[in-house]
Nanobody, 128 residues
Framework: QVQLLESGGGLVQAGGSLRLSCAAS????????MGWFRQAPGKEREFVAA?????????YYADSVKGRFTISRDNAKNTQYLQMNSLKPEDTAVYYC????????????????????WGQGTQVTVSS
């Protein structure tokens, strides 16, 4: 069983930055696809970013965060990260870490049902 634990959320002003971490335990996830999703109050869960080791670590971003957010992973620490820069009030949401034992890329990386393991979420609030 894989367990995921997010950290790094908090309150930040518009234009600021935060780095989220997702530590995995239970088994090594070096070959897993890892991703981030978010859900704002009154809105549906949406894809943010994902990374796969296919091709050395293929990344995929939602258009709304492209150029502002960066996803990365450290297999030695069994952890993935989401660096969030130039934050906007519309980025306010609960952010969830996700993982799956299959390696996939492209559009499939943005589909929530593709991920079997999820963290509990961490709150990110961006004030204007």
């Amino acid at each position: 069983q894989v367990q995921l634990l997010e950290s790094g959320g908090g309150l930040v002003q518009a234009g600021g930055s935060l780095r989220l971490s997702c530590a995995a335990s239970g088994r090594t996830i070096s070959s897993y696809t890892m991703g981030w999703f978010r859900q704002a109050p009154g809105k549906e869960r949406e894809f943010v970013a994902a990374i796969s080791w296919s091709g050395g670590g293929t990344t995929y971003y939602a258009d709304s965060v492209k150029g502002r957010f960066t996803i990365s992973r450290d297999n030695a620490k069994n952890t993935q990260y989401l660096q969030m820069n130039s934050l906007k009030p519309e980025d306010t949401a609960v952010y969830y870490c996700a993982a799956d034992r299959f390696v996939f890329t492209g559009q499939a990386m943005g589909v929530p049902d593709r991920y079997n393991y999820w963290g509990q979420g961490t709150q990110v609030t961006v004030s204007s």
